[in-house]
């Protein structure tokens, strides 16, 4: 079975700086995508950035990048210039077939102003 | 944009009630998922459903049943409610696809309390 970890259980950052947050899966199998969804304090969760295993490049989108390392089966998340509403739990999440996603425990990230 | 509405955010229910959740979405999807989510373990897949009338266990289902009767509404049910299925109760759903990487869209989530 699938698992996917997150170590770091709470991070803090100083607004406008950088943080990233960890994020490690196991699997067997090559084709399957990688996501990282926020879920701020208002409880709905949102989805930040999604990769697909095939593509070598890493995804970005805005302020939000991830670091794939296929081979080392890491997938981590970096906030730049962080803002006070990027304070939020933070999982990463992994699909294989079917649609389905296994999530790691989450990482609470901190901003403080 | 799409909207998935969960009937309640706030429940209370006794010991041995049968407990009814009920998920809607607006945007026509065919899946539909229901999770729990608890401190450090993250969210945990009870069922899903990939069509009207099927249902599918997840990796948590011991407790549980679904219904599915109409495409936009998912219905999860605690046979007979236990102090230990006190939770926070997330619903999403997602276009099919013919592969993956189809993002989901969640609830704002019901916290249930078991007393």
């Known amino acids: 079975a699938q698992t996917v970890t997150q170590s770091q259980p709470e991070m803090s950052v100083q607004e406008a700086e950088t943080v990233t947050l960890s994020c490690t899966y196991d699997?067997?199998?090559?084709?399957?995508?990688l996501f990282w969804y926020k879920q701020p304090p208002s409880r709905q969760m949102i989805l930040v950035i999604r990769?697909?295993?095939?593509?070598?490049q890493n995804a970005t989108e805005n302020r939000f990048s991830v670091n794939f390392q296929k081979a080392a089966k890491s997938f981590s998340l970096k906030i730049s210039d962080s803002q006070l509403g990027d304070a939020a739990m933070y999982f990463c999440?992994?699909?294989?077939?079917?649609?389905?996603?296994?999530f790691g425990g989450g990482t609470r990230v901190l901003v403080k102003p | 944009d799409v909207k998935v509405t969960q009937s309640s955010r706030y429940l209370v229910k006794r010991t041995g009630e049968k407990v009814f959740l009920e998920c809607v979405q607006d945007?026509?999807?065919?899946?539909m998922f229901w999770y729990r989510q608890d401190p450090g373990l993250g969210l945990r897949l009870i069922y899903f459903?990939?069509?009207?009338?099927?249902?599918e266990k997840g990796d948590i289902p011991e407790g549980y049943s679904v219904s599915r009767e109409k495409k936009e509404r998912f219905s999860l049910i605690l046979e007979s409610a236990s102090t230990n299925q006190t939770s926070m109760y997330l619903c999403?759903?997602?276009?099919?696809?013919?592969?993956?990487?189809?993002?989901?869209?969640f609830g704002d989530g019901t916290r249930l309390s078991i007393l």
């Open positions: 459903s990939y069509d009207v009338k099927m249902k």
């Open positions: 990769q697909e295993a095939y593509k070598q």
């Open positions: 999403a759903s997602s276009p099919p696809t013919g592969g993956i990487g189809q993002p989901q869209h």
């Open positions: 699997t067997s199998e090559s084709d399957y995508y």
């Open positions: 999440a992994y699909e294989a077939a079917g649609n389905k996603l296994t």
């Open positions: 945007m026509d999807h065919e899946n």
